[in-house]
C-alpha cells in the first residue's frame, strides 16, 4: 500500500499552482494561474489527440500535467523575462525534487523523469508537449483582456523552435500568428 500521508503532503504543497499566477490574463482581465494553464493544455491535448494516433497520449498528458509543477514552490518567470541559461531550469528541478520529496519512489522517479523529458525535448511526446505549451499561452495571450501596453508582437516570435514539429502544428500556429496581427492592430 501506497504511503498515502507522503501522497496526501504531496498533493496539499501541489494546491500552490492554483494561486500561482502567470503573466497573462484570462478572458474578464483575471490574472492567470499555472494550474489554469495547465488544465487547457491537457484539454488541448486531449481534444487533438485523434491527430497523433501514433502517440503514447497517456504519457504525453502526464508529461503536460507535471510540466510547470516545480513553480509552485517559486512561481512562474513570465515569457518574455525568461533567459536561456539553465538557472530557471536548475532552480524549477530542484524546486520539483522538494515537492515531490514524500511521495513514493515510483512516483517521484516517474514526474521527474516526464519533466526531465520534457525539457530534453527529445521524443515525440515531449516536443508536442512543448509545442502545445507555447501555443497554449500564445492562445491566452490572444484571448485575454490584457493590460493597454500588452506586447502582442512578442507572440509572433515566442516558442518559434519548438512549433514546427509537424504540419498540424504548424498550421494551429499560422492560425494563432494571424489573430496575434489582428489583436496587435486593434490595439
Given amino acids: 500500500m501506497s504511503d498515502l500521508s507522503g501522497i496526501i503532503t504531496f498533493l496539499r504543497r501541489a494546491e500552490a499552482m492554483k494561486s500561482t499566477l502567470r503573466s497573462a490574463y484570462t478572458s474578464t482581465g483575471r490574472t492567470e494561474s499555472v494550474a489554469a494553464h495547465t488544465w487547457r493544455l491537457t484539454l488541448t491535448v486531449t481534444v487533438l489527440a485523434p491527430e497523433y494516433p501514433e502517440i503514447d497520449i497517456a504519457k504525453l498528458l502526464k508529461m503536460c500535467v507535471v510540466h510547470d509543477l516545480g513553480e509552485a514552490i517559486h512561481g512562474d518567470v513570465p515569457a518574455p523575462e525568461q533567459g536561456d541559461g539553465p538557472e530557471r531550469t536548475d532552480r524549477e528541478r530542484q524546486d520539483l ?3 515531490t520529496e514524500t511521495l513514493p519512489d515510483a512516483s517521484r522517479r516517474e514526474i521527474l523523469s516526464l519533466w526531465d523529458e520534457y525539457e530534453a525535448a527529445e521524443t515525440a511526446e515531449a516536443q508536442l508537449a512543448k509545442a502545445f505549451d507555447k501555443l497554449e499561452t500564445i492562445l491566452q495571450h490572444n484571448q485575454g483582456d ?3 501596453d500588452f506586447d502582442y508582437a512578442f507572440n509572433l516570435n515566442y516558442g518559434t523552435e519548438y512549433t514546427d514539429v509537424d504540419p498540424f502544428v504548424t498550421e494551429f500556429r499560422r ?8 489583436r496587435d492592430a486593434e490595439g
Fill in 97 to 99: 525534487q522538494a515537492l
Fill in 175 to 182: 492560425v494563432l500568428d494571424e489573430q496575434t496581427r489582428q
Fill in 146 to 148: 490584457n493590460p493597454a
